[in-house]
């Protein structure tokens, strides 16, 4: 089934001189009257402030009297369909261009700051780097986990894709089945997850088989059927961690 494509900019009005807005109020209202968006004040052709309303008219006149009355002398507005995700936009655009009018930085609800880990995997490879150069035939060693597993047998599918423990889900037939996957690259079943009494203690070397497990078939490709949380919120296959 194709899915439809959603947008959420539905019109926009650009580049308007200030004037427009004290000579022509009721022009103005006509096209954003009781509409929510996005706006940005410009000073010079330089972004000023930016700011989100659920009611645009009523906020673009309040920004003549109010303390950026005289700091801009042209204005944009982007009417969005819905308001679900205007916080965050807003936050996203203060973030990225910095307005010299907001006093507040854009924060978000729900999002991972990933810079500590990606300081963390640069001093790794620095670390590698240094013993390549100092000592040309060191060997990286297996974690214990890891020659654990391997010495058990079969070394867990995941085991070369992940770096951390992993939350897993997975939608079959009106279930969800919650498993997590440790850092070895083993899978277990989480309690809160769907039929857990029946899968809780075993533990998979594959995604497949854990899929299989949980759908009571012979076979499954648990690549397209389970998903991790990439970041807060944004589930995707397990399949993207191998492209």
């Given at each position: 089934?194709?899915?439809?494509?959603?947008?959420?900019?539905?019109?926009?009005?650009?580049?308007?001189?200030?004037?427009?807005?004290?000579?022509?109020?009721?022009?103005?209202?006509?096209?954003?009257?009781?509409?929510?968006?996005?706006?940005?004040?410009?000073?010079?052709?330089?972004?000023?402030?930016?700011?989100?309303?659920?009611?645009?008219?009523?906020?673009?006149?309040?920004?003549?009297?109010?303390?950026?009355?005289?700091?801009?002398?042209?204005?944009?507005?982007?009417l969005t369909i819905g308001d679900q995700h205007l916080?965050?936009?807003?936050?996203?655009?203060?973030?990225?261009?910095?307005?010299?009018?907001?006093?507040?930085?854009?924060?978000?609800?729900?999002s991972e700051n990933v810079k500590p880990a990606f300081?963390?995997?640069?001093?790794?490879?620095?670390?590698?780097?240094?013993?390549?150069?100092?000592?040309?035939?060191?060997r990286v060693k297996l974690s214990k986990r890891e020659?654990?597993?391997?010495?058990?047998?079969?070394?867990?599918?995941?085991?070369?894709?992940?770096?951390?423990?992993?939350?897993?889900?997975?939608?079959?037939?009106?279930?969800?089945?919650?498993?997590?996957?440790?850092?070895?690259?083993?899978?277990?079943?989480?309690?809160?997850?769907?039929?857990?009494?029946?899968?809780?203690?075993?533990?998979?070397?594959?995604?497949?088989?854990?899929?299989?497990?949980?759908?009571?078939?012979?076979?499954?490709?648990?690549?397209?059927?389970?998903?991790?949380?990439?970041?807060?919120?944004?589930?995707?296959?397990?399949?993207?961690?191998?492209?």
């Open positions: 089934m194709k899915l439809k494509l959603t947008h959420l900019v539905c019109q926009h009005l650009e580049n308007i001189s200030r004037e427009a807005l004290e000579k022509y109020p009721g022009i103005i209202r006509d096209f954003v009257r009781r509409r929510h968006g996005i706006y940005a004040l410009y000073r010079k052709n330089r972004l000023y402030y930016v700011g989100l309303a659920t009611n645009l008219r009523s906020r673009l006149t309040h920004h003549l009297r109010d303390r950026h009355a005289e700091t801009w002398d042209r204005f944009s507005v982007y916080r965050e936009i807003e936050s996203l655009l203060l973030r990225i261009a910095s307005p010299k009018g907001n006093r507040v930085a854009g924060k978000f609800v729900s300081s963390r995997e640069i001093k790794k490879a620095q670390k590698r780097e240094w013993a390549a150069i100092m000592e040309p035939e060191v020659e654990a597993s391997s010495k058990e047998g079969r070394t867990p599918t995941l085991a070369r894709y992940i770096k951390k423990r992993l939350h897993i889900r997975m939608d079959y037939k009106g279930k969800r089945y919650v498993a997590h996957v440790r850092k070895g690259g083993s899978i277990t079943f989480a309690a809160e997850g769907a039929e857990a009494g029946r899968l809780q203690g075993k533990v998979f070397t594959s995604p497949s088989l854990a899929a299989a497990a949980a759908a009571n078939r012979r076979t499954m490709n648990g690549w397209t059927w389970w998903r991790y949380e990439r970041a807060p919120g944004d589930w995707v296959l397990l399949d993207e961690l191998r492209k």
